[in-house]
């Protein structure tokens, strides 16, 4: 009788589940592209993560399938081979030093821009503000690169002002003492104004009666950003956090490869541009993907692990 009784709900589920389908055909004929997308770019190439447990070679078949499957299986050789390398070591430590230069550096700072900005009552002021720190987003690295490059480099306007100055020339772009904050800097620059803008969005859904009591109480512009404010934004806080931590070893690939050169491998040289320079440059795809690997398995445990710390300390989070 029990089993019977437990099966009921779930046969009525379905046949309500059925019934949605069929007058909401349309959503999930809508929904087939998405889908077919997920498929063939999410899950197909997961096949590829083989690569890194084989011998992967190219001309081992008719096709790159072909050739990963007729690929002489050689298990953890790669991760062996990776894990006792120096160069690894090296890039992992960039890696962590840039990211944790990021996150200490750059985190509050959209947190305190869009503070600033919604208490802008002028409107004109507050949209020209809103645009001039939104609009670097848009720009692609190269052309970032390209900015940075006429102000700072070894002959560029600052370098020359500070020349005629009589101070010697900073060659940012080469020299291994400033490169990482040039780095930092220029991701500030470009990303904050997207950062800024969520946090707007989430000042926007605070109660505004929260701000007309604490006026009642007496309550100064200050202790109404330290009471209401910052509170109404900590799930937004807390959910940024967790996924920078989450994403603590990806650098921003792209930055790094327009930015860098081989005279500041040794401090800029990251996870995802080892894999590059490995996997595509000298061909070695096996080392290559078990070192991709290896980034997505921590970057997967640094996000559950940090949102369960979240759940627990500060009973917010992601899940």
């Known amino acids: 009788m029990n089993i019977v009784a437990s099966k009921k709900p779930s046969t009525k589920s379905l046949k309500k589940f ?8 349309l959503l999930y004929i809508m929904l087939l592209p998405g889908l077919f997308f997920l498929f063939v770019y999410k899950f197909l190439p997961l ?14 078949g008719n096709n790159p399938i072909d050739a990963i499957a007729k690929s002489e299986w050689v298990g953890f050789a790669h991760f062996q081979r ?5 160069a690894f070591l090296k890039v992992l430590a960039n890696t962590l030093i840039i990211n944790g230069y990021k996150i200490i550096f750059l985190f509050p700072i959209p947190i ?13 002021y507050k949209k020209l503000a809103q645009t001039a720190i939104y609009v670097p987003y848009f720009f692609s690295w190269v052309v970032v690169f390209g900015i940075f490059y006429s102000l700072l480099g070894t002959y560029g306007i600052i370098n020359n002002f500070m020349a005629s100055l009589g101070i010697e020339r900073i060659s940012f772009f080469s020299d291994t003492r400033v490169f990482r904050g040039l780095l930092v800097f220029t991701e500030g620059w470009k990303e904050i104004g997207w950062n800024t803008v969520i946090y707007l969005a989430a000042i926007t859904s605070i109660d505004p009666t929260l701000y007309e009591a604490a006026r009642v109480d007496g309550a100064s512009k200050m202790r109404q ?7 109404g934004l900590m799930p937004t806080i807390v959910l940024m956090l967790i996924l920078k931590v989450g994403y603590i070893l990806d650098t921003g690939f792209e ?15 990251v996870i995802q541009t080892y894999v590059y320079r490995m996997g595509l440059g000298q061909s070695d795809f096996s080392l ?20 369960a710390v979240s759940k627990k300390l500060l009973n917010r989070s992601i899940w």
């Not at 990776?82 to 120096?86: E, G, I, K, Y």
């Not at 930055?255 to 040289?269: C, E, G, H, M, R």
């Not at 290559?288 to 949102?307: D, P």
């Open 18 to 25: 059925g019934t949605y389908m069929k007058d909401h055909y």
């Open 47 to 60: 096949y590829g993560i083989t690569i890194a447990f084989k011998d992967y070679s190219i001309f081992a």
């Open 82 to 86: 990776l894990f006792r390398s120096s």
């Open 112 to 124: 305190i821009c869009a503070i600033m900005l919604n208490e802008i009552r002028h409107r004109t």
């Open 225 to 231: 950003i330290w009471h209401v404010t910052i509170p």
């Open 255 to 269: 930055q790094i490869l327009v930015f860098y050169n081989s005279t500041v491998y040794d401090v800029a040289d």
């Open 288 to 307: 290559g993907t078990a070192l991709g690997l290896f980034n997505s398995v921590v970057a997967f445990i640094l996000i559950v692990g940090a949102n």
